[in-house]
Each structure stands twice: as structure tokens, then as C-alpha cells.
């Protein structure tokens, strides 16, 4: 059994700076691959940051330079931090933990329940 919480959302004005946490916990065998999403209402999910195990990153192209996606591995939590934030960061921010558990050393997907950030003065 694997649980997932994001937290850190919230109200932030424009240019303001936010920080999503996102925790797993569980019978956890290993992590493979972690990864931030967000869905706009309206809009389909889009990737927005990722992180092999091996440290390998990603971003969406047009968040390079605002957002960094990093981990403690040891407290097996990723962060998203936020910089710059526009109104059209508004959005339900979700993580994804690709996890093997200890049950069947199978990898598979973990979702959090996800996070609003709502960008506006």
C-alpha cells in the first residue's frame, strides 16, 4: 500500500513564488520516476516537471527558467518550486510517484489527490 499527499497550494498574487511538496509513503521497494502535472479547467493535464531516479530532468518548455522540480530521497518527497507565477499557472497541480512495492516489485503509477494553485491580485 502506497499513499501520496501533496501539499503547498494555495492563493498567490502575480510574481509571487509558491512551493508544492509531495510525499510518499508505504511499502515502498523503489522510486523510478517522479513527476508534476497540472490540469486547467477547461484544459487537458499537461506534463509540467520530471525526475528519473537517475536524476535525469524535464520540463514543459515553456516553464524552463521559473520552475525546478527536486527531491529528498531519503524523505522520499518532491518539491515543485514556483517562481514568477502567471495567472495562467492557475491549476490543480498533481504528482505521479512510479513505484515498485515491496508486494509485487512491479512498477506502476501513484497519483496525489492534487494541490489548487490559483494565481491572481
Known amino acids: 500500500q502506497v499513499q501520496v499527499v501533496e501539499s503547498g497550494g494555495g492563493l498567490v498574487q502575480p510574481g509571487g513564488s509558491l512551493r508544492l511538496s509531495c510525499a510518499a509513503s508505504?511499502?515502498?521497494?523503489?522510486?523510478?520516476?517522479t513527476a508534476w502535472y497540472r490540469q486547467a479547467p477547461g484544459k487537458q493535464r499537461e506534463l509540467v516537471a520530471s525526475?528519473?531516479?537517475?536524476?535525469?530532468?524535464q520540463y514543459e518548455d515553456s516553464l524552463k527558467g521559473r520552475f525546478t522540480i527536486s527531491r529528498d530521497n531519503a524523505k522520499k518527497t518532491v518539491y515543485l518550486q514556483m517562481n514568477s507565477l502567471k495567472p495562467e499557472d492557475t491549476a490543480v497541480y498533481l504528482c505521479?510517484?512510479?513505484?515498485?512495492?515491496?508486494?509485487?516489485?512491479?512498477?506502476?503509477?501513484?497519483w496525489g489527490q492534487g494541490t489548487q494553485v490559483t494565481v491572481s491580485s
Open positions: 525526475m528519473t531516479s537517475g536524476g535525469s530532468i
Open positions: 505521479d510517484f512510479r513505484i515498485a512495492t515491496t508486494a509485487s516489485y512491479i512498477p506502476q503509477d501513484y
Open positions: 508505504g511499502s515502498i521497494f523503489n522510486i523510478y520516476f
